[in-house]
């Protein structure tokens, strides 16, 4: 692998303010990289860092086999999270303006169609809505053609057919072997874009790998949530009838269950089992509003890392990357009526 991305043991403060905490990563050239995690947790720092505008105060940074300051900017591509281009140019003289920083540069109008701007090509960029804006700015670190691209959450405020664009954009450039670094709030965009995703937070990058396999070490099994309404099972007003339910339950199903909040999760479920389930719920008196079958995706990853690093409560949020649901038979109630 030829590693053309990387921080070693990166660290930055401000003041009291701890951004960067021993951040290390690598990314191969053609890769696509997410970095995902909390406000706060120091993504921006360690682009800036990566793209010259942060000075580490210790740790090393290289792009494209040299530091940030001695790189050929007519193959480096930055999206700042903040970027203030000129008001008072239109749309194609503003890719036109960065089209002419470059001795060889891609057509402007090109890349307005790219992005989805060509019939906004002749409106001022301060008339142009808050997404128009942000593809803009992509477009704009396009123009040299560059072989990594650095982008600082590219699709924040833009509309989900502006979002298609910018990913299949993404897509395709990665495709045609540009490195990609972008970081994002977006867990399905990062799934969707991403060979490998690093979660960071609190200034450290806590794990590293492909989506699936963040799943497979963090996110847990796939699993049958029994959603009950609010008489139902509920663990801050716990009742002995719903206990001694709850207790059969895990005498019947051979799946591990647990209660979580105002809802039942019974994991390890394949989808060609939920039927079953549901009648072994039935049977041990769970009543339930819904059940809805998710598979965890990044962003139980991301709750999991996340929640662990901060030493917050899990609350049994799941991610839907894939899920089934259905509705059923009355909820448990702490007077144990509801039952089928
Ligand atoms: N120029 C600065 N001066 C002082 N503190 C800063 C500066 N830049 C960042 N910080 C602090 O460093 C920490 C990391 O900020 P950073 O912007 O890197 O986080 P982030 O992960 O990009 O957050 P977000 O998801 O909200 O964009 C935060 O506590 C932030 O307040």
């Known amino acids: 692998m030829n590693p053309v991305v990387v921080a070693e043991d990166v660290a930055k403060h401000y003041g009291e303010t701890i951004a960067l905490d021993g951040a290390s990563l690598s990314i191969d050239a053609g890769e696509v990289f997410a970095l995902i995690g909390p406000n706060g947790a120091g993504k921006t720092t360690l682009v800036r860092a990566l793209t010259g505008t942060v000075s580490p105060d210790s740790g090393s940074v290289s792009v494209l086999g040299a530091s940030p300051a001695d790189v050929d900017a007519s193959r480096l591509g930055v999206l700042p999270q903040s970027f203030s281009p000129p008001d008072r140019l239109s749309a194609r003289e503003l890719l036109a303006y960065y089209a002419s920083l470059y001795p060889e540069s891609r057509d402007p109008d090109t890349v307005l169609a790219e992005v989805g ?19 803009a700015c992509v477009g704009s670190t396009l123009l040299n053609d560059p072989d990594v691209l650095v982008l600082d959450e590219p699709t924040t405020g833009i509309d989900p057919a502006g979002r298609r664009t910018i990913h299949r954009l993404i897509e395709d450039l990665a495709a045609a072997g540009t490195t990609v670094l972008l970081t994002t709030h977006d867990m399905a965009e990062a799934e969707r874009l991403a060979d490998r995703v690093g979660l960071l937070a609190d200034g450290t990058v806590l794990d590293v790998g492909s989506p699936a396999a963040l799943v497979d070490r963090h996110a847990g099994s796939d699993r049958l949530v029994v959603e009950q309404a609010e008489t139902g099972i509920d663990t801050d007003a716990p009742s002995t009838t719903a206990d001694d339910l709850l207790a059969t ?10 209660r979580d909040r105002s809802h039942l999760i019974v994991h390890d479920v394949d989808p060609t089992d939920i039927g079953s389930v549901a009648d072994d719920l039935s049977a041990a008196g769970i009543g339930y509003t819904g059940l809805r079958w998710t598979e ?11 929640d662990a690093e901060t030493g917050s409560e899990p609350d ?25």
């Open 117 to 135: 701007l060509e019939d906004s090509a002749e409106t001022w960029y301060e008339n142009l809505s808050g997404g128009q804006q942000r593809r």
């Open 249 to 258: 339950a895990r005498e019947t199903l051979p799946n591990r269950i647990e």
């Open 296 to 306: 965890p995706g990044l962003e139980a990853v991301y709750y999991a890392l996340a």
């Open 316 to 340: 049994g949020r799941d991610s839907v990357a894939g899920e089934a649901s259905a509705t059923s038979n009355p909820p448990v109630s702490d007077a144990g009526g509801g039952r089928p």
